[in-house]
């Protein structure tokens, strides 16, 4: 079995990758296809967005496609940078988006420092309701970066539980507390039904 993903996001792959490999899906990304496909993310929430990603993949190719779309809401910014994540400060640029949100929560306090990830997955297939599903988790914001492994925000996302930020612990850990991770375990509660209808 492959899913395609579409994602061009490194980071996303790896995880998804990690999550359906071990199930013995095959995962499969943008990167993996021979067109270049720009995809123009105008919708009003994750889910409007992650269902234009998947259905313009769909329309392409004619297959099953899955999509993600996700960040980070942090509520001492009213939300932001939400749905704005991947380009809150300019063009897709990890390190200047952390360099946005650390000057955004200046003088903020720690305990006001409140965020939680979001992710929506949307499942598309051919003449078939597409499937939803949503995963979050809390956290903190911290002053400053703090570990190297992972994507994105993750060094800044401190997760209380672990008593670590998500650059800190290992894919597979991230995998089984995260936002992704959550949306995963119940795409997988509903996914066999959605296939087979
Ligand atoms: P695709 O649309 O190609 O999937 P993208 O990176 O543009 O890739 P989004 O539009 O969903 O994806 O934007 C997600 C943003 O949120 C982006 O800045 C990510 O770095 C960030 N993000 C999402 N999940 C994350 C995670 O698990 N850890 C850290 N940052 C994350
Ligand atoms: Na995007």
């Not at 960040?71 to 640029?93: E, T």
């Not at 539980?161 to 597979?172: G, R, V």
Request: glycine share 8%.
């Amino acid at each position: 079995d492959t899913i395609l993903i579409a994602t061009a996001n490194p980071g996303k792959a790896a995880e998804y990758r990690k999550i359906f490999e071990k199930r013995g899906v095959t995962v499969k990304t943008l990167a993996d296809l021979e067109n270049n496909y720009e995809i123009e993310e105008n919708g009003q929430t994750f889910q409007e967005n992650a269902l234009i990603k998947a259905n313009t993949l769909m329309s392409a190719l004619g297959i099953p496609v899955l999509a993600d779309d996700s960040g980070l809401i942090v509520d001492a910014l009213n939300g932001r940078p939400g749905i704005h994540s991947a380009r809150y400060a300019g063009d897709h640029d990890d390190e200047a988006n952390k360099r946005k949100l650390l000057t955004e929560l200046q003088g903020i306090p720690y305990e006001k420092r409140t965020a939680r990830f979001h992710c929506s997955i949307v499942a598309v297939r051919p003449e078939v309701k597409p499937l939803s599903v949503t995963g979050e988790v809390e956290g903190l914001i911290l002053f400053k970066e703090q570990g190297t492994d992972g994507f994105g925000y993750d060094p800044l996302f401190y997760y209380p539980p672990l008593n670590k930020s998500f650059a800190e612990l290992t894919m597979e850990k991230k995998n089984k507390v995260s936002h992704r991770g959550h949306a995963v375990e119940k795409l997988q509660e509903v996914f066999d039904e959605w296939w087979q209808d």
